[in-house]
């Protein structure tokens, strides 16, 4: 049972809360964990689109012999007028636990603190946590553990590259980033690393970033509801797209939160090949979450 009362980002968990969540995902994953959750219900709140985040959390409240419930602003109240505050308390009167994708991080904060049950960041601006759950599942199944792990990041350094960043220094994992200037990651992320374990180094080149990575992650160039900036961020992005050239100066294996945007941060033909870890973690999202739900709602 974790010691928490929401997950806002990664670090609220300790590197022990961490290893109690994989544990009990690869347990859960293997079927020798057959815990149910059964009359317990996931309320899912979506401001924003969601293929992985969307199924996983229902799929897994399915088999955890449990229910979700869907809900898109404008199939609730809040999307017309009713506050942030008002939604979280009633929900809280219903729910067991609820999983929340916001765009403003504030937002999320809001409903962390007028919720009687558990908050599970589902992506805000800021922070991907059930993403970086599924990644170190992936990276310790790939690589049997964290030790000697060396990934790097090329990419922009918002939402699941800092949650990346927390989550490796929690695990352990030694970290080199490479952003575009004026896309780096926070530094109260690059701060709070360090207390955590160590900060990552920051590299400009990414040819110099991936040479001795193991795991090479980005993510795409345009988050949602970045839409207008998309070409201001597709130019500051020039060569930091992972392509064939990239791979070739690296023996890494390729990560990516997905939905991957072809042609601009990826190409076609790497996520084709067999260097990529991409599908795994995708599942893995689904096994990460049940432990997850299970640590927090058991
Ligand atoms: N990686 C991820 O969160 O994907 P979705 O946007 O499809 O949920
Ligand atoms: N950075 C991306 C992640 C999607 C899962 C976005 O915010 O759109």
């Known amino acids: ?4 009362d929401h997950l806002v ?3 609220d968990l300790s590197p022990e809360d961490v290893k109690t969540v994989l544990d009990r995902a690869s347990a859960l994953k293997s079927g020798e964990d057959t815990t149910q959750l059964s009359q317990q219900t996931l309320g899912m709140l979506f401001e924003k689109p969601s293929t992985r985040t969307r199924i996983s959390f229902e799929t897994g409240m399915t088999q955890l012999g449990g229910h979700a419930i869907f809900l898109g602003p404008e199939d609730i ?6 506050p942030l505050k008002d939604t979280s308390r009633v929900l809280s009167r219903y729910v067991d636990v609820v999983m929340v994708r916001l765009f403003d991080h504030a937002d999320l904060l809001e409903i962390a603190n007028y919720a009687d049950v558990p908050v599970v960041n589902g992506l805000t601006d800021e922070a991907h946590p059930c993403q970086t759950l599924a990644d ?3 990276i310790k199944e790939a690589f049997g553990g964290f030790d000697d792990v060396q990934a790097t990041w090329v990419g922009d350094g918002n939402n699941v590259g800092q949650s990346f960043v927390l989550g490796c220094a929690l695990a352990g994992i030694d970290l080199t980033v490479c952003t575009p200037p004026g896309y ?3 530094d109260a ?4 690393a360090a207390e955590l374990g160590d900060a990552p180094e920051v590299v400009e080149s990414p040819k110099e970033a991936v040479a001795d990575a193991d795991v090479l992650y980005t993510d795409v160039w345009v988050s949602m509801g970045q839409e207008d900036k998309r070409e201001e961020k597709l130019d500051a992005f020039d060569g930091y797209q992972v392509n064939m050239d990239l791979l070739s100066e690296t023996d890494a294996m390729v990560m990516h939160c997905l939905p991957a945007h072809r042609g601009e941060e990826i190409t076609d033909d790497v996520l084709e090949s067999d260097r990529v870890l991409v599908w795994d973690q995708a599942e893995n999202r689904l096994h ?3 432990g ?5 709602v058991e």
């Open 288 to 290: 990460a979450q049940k």
């Open 77 to 82: 109240q809040l999307g017309h007028g009713e």
């Open 136 to 138: 170190l599942l992936t």
């Open 1 to 4: 049972m974790l010691d928490i």
């Open 184 to 186: 780096e990651m926070s």
């Open 292 to 296: 997850l739900l299970v640590e927090l």
């Open 189 to 192: 992320v690059l701060e709070r």
């Open 9 to 11: 980002d990664i670090d």
